[in-house]
């Protein structure tokens, strides 16, 4: 069911920050949300997480319609904003329990879901460690694992790699590709960098709060390198 937004526009008193943007998300894959600075990316999360809410449109989240069912639709869903959010004089496992609490989990099964979440993004060796010992890397990939805890059908991720090295960026694009494809995951991924986006991925193309162009991304580039025709729809360097 995945992830559906339709006819949403959003301003900012006289400025218009989204321009009726539609697009789908499908379970199972990784749909890169790719767009200069300023897009409109940012706008769209805060929409998405009901941080702000639409005068126009619809947002559907695994079937839920986030407007008349907020509840039911923000339960179905794991956020990473850009912004690191990790309490830093906690370990990983205390941040990940004060999650798991907020959720209503506690006792063994939290403590289960817990240990399956730092499994899937490898990183049961540092639960103990304060996430103030982390690199950046290791603190995202935490803040992801803390993500997933609830179990949610669509994950979504505001430019999460800021800030981090490209071996560390690869990684972790990486392991969300796998996660996506292995859980059947609906992963919404907003970056401005092309190189995190690969060929078979879903792709939606936002420029000043307009939606370009959606598709696979090989397709919509086709022989050209993905970076150049970004160029070419944006005027933005990738």
Do not use: C
Not at 154 to 159: I, K, R, S
Not at 205 to 223: E, F, S
Not at 228 to 235: A, P
Request: charged share 20%; no cysteine; net charge neutral.
């Amino acid at each position: 069911m995945g992830l559906r937004v339709s006819d949403l526009s959003f301003r900012y008193g006289a400025k218009q920050a989204l321009d009726s943007v539609s697009f789908d998300a499908r379970p199972g894959h990784f749909t890169a949300l790719l767009g200069p600075n300023g897009a409109g990316k940012s706008t769209l999360f805060a929409l998405l997480t009901r941080l702000f809410t639409a005068p126009q449109g619809r947002i559907e989240i695994a079937g839920h319609d986030l407007a008349e069912t907020p509840r039911a639709a923000l339960a179905q869903m794991g956020i990473v904003f850009q912004m690191p959010t990790l309490d830093l004089d906690l370990t990983v496992r205390q941040n990940l329990a004060y999650f798991a609490a907020l959720h209503g989990l506690s006792g063994a099964g939290a403590a289960k879901r817990i240990d399956a979440a730092l499994d899937r993004l490898d990183m049961r060796e540092r639960a103990g460690e304060k996430a103030r010992a982390l690199n950046g890397g290791h603190r995202r990939r935490t803040e992801i694992a803390r993500a997933l805890l609830h179990s949610p059908s669509v994950l979504l991720l505001d430019e999460p790699t800021v800030g981090l090295d490209a071996a560390a960026r690869a990684a972790i694009t990486e392991h969300l590709h796998a996660l996506a494809s292995a859980d059947n995951l609906t992963v919404l991924w907003a970056t401005h960098l092309t190189d995190e986006v690969r060929s078979d991925d879903d792709l939606v193309l936002l420029h000043h709060g307009r939606i370009k162009a959606t598709g696979q991304a090989g397709t919509l580039h086709g022989p050209a390198a993905l970076s150049d025709w970004f160029l070419s729809q944006t005027g933005a360097e990738a």
